[in-house]
């Protein structure tokens, strides 16, 4: 398994992938990694995001658009995978999977080199069969915990999950904020009692001094929207963007980028 953090705080990077292609997102993909990501998040577009802000659910629009599904991001991630041994992770909703086959989206995603998967929609109590087949493929499953979780689901949470533990730091919609919410430090706190796991913080992270701020109390920050908003505003250069935002995130130089 190659998730692992090699800085504190880790760099989970997400990334809306066929937006605007699926050759850009690869692309897009390496660069957040040549400028320090320790994870890459591969989101699968699909027609109804609930849990997404207004960013993200356009990116999915547009990368529905052009046609993109399951299969082409299992293949940008093998495309990835070629080239990098940094963790990958499958975001997704439910239904692409079960219209993919459960037992065939795990097993093409060990093959394509992918680490684990994160279901946004798949509750707990009903991923009996989905763990099952996790398990039997070697991959992670990783699950989302947020502050209004009760003490019994995030000890379910922390059993279950493997890789790491993403910790929802508010709850609502995916999207930049000017602030934390303090719920976040407090779960990750809760969640400590149960877990051994790295920790990851998630939701509205865009700044330098959000990023440092999630350091003093998580092992990594999720930096999702304020990506793909990076890649919506500037079309032509989106892996160089990327990878100065990011750089420009955690304090590191970068002179390159992988596919600019």
Do not use: W
């Not at 937006?19 to 998040?41: K, Y």
């Not at 109590?125 to 009760?150: D, G, I, Q, W």
């Amino acid at each position: 398994m190659s998730i692992r953090f090699n800085r504190q705080p880790g760099l989970v990077a997400y990334i809306s992938c066929g937006d605007p292609s699926l050759d850009t997102s690869r692309d897009v993909a390496l660069a957040a990694i040549q400028a320090g990501a320790d994870v890459i998040e591969l989101g699968v577009p699909f027609s109804d995001p609930v849990a997404d802000g207004p960013v993200i659910q356009r990116a999915s629009e547009r990368a529905l658009e052009h046609g993109t599904n399951l299969a082409g991001v299992i293949e940008v991630a093998r495309q990835i995978r070629e080239q990098s041994d940094a963790g990958l992770i499958m975001f997704s909703y439910l239904n692409p999977i079960l219209q993919f086959g459960l037992q065939k989206f795990c097993s093409a995603a060990a093959d394509a080199g992918i680490d684990g998967a994160l279901v946004t929609d798949l509750p707990l109590e009903e991923a009996v069969e989905y763990l099952r087949a996790m398990k039997a493929h070697k991959l992670a499953p990783v699950f989302l915990a947020a502050p209004t979780s009760t003490e019994q689901r995030l000890r379910a949470i922390a059993k279950h999950s493997r890789g790491f533990v993403y910790a929802i730091s508010r709850t609502g919609i995916t999207g930049t904020r000017q602030e934390l919410a303090g719920d976040a430090r407090s779960l990750v706190e809760r969640l400590r009692a149960y877990t051994k796991l790295p920790i990851a913080v998630g939701f509205g992270i865009s700044t330098p001094e959000q990023f440092v701020e999630v350091g003093s109390f998580a092992d990594a920050a999720v930096v999702g929207s304020a990506i793909v908003q990076t890649v919506e505003q500037n079309p032509g250069q989106e892996a160089a963007a990327v990878s100065e935002f990011l750089a420009s995130l955690t304090g590191t130089t970068q002179s390159t980028a992988a596919g600019s």
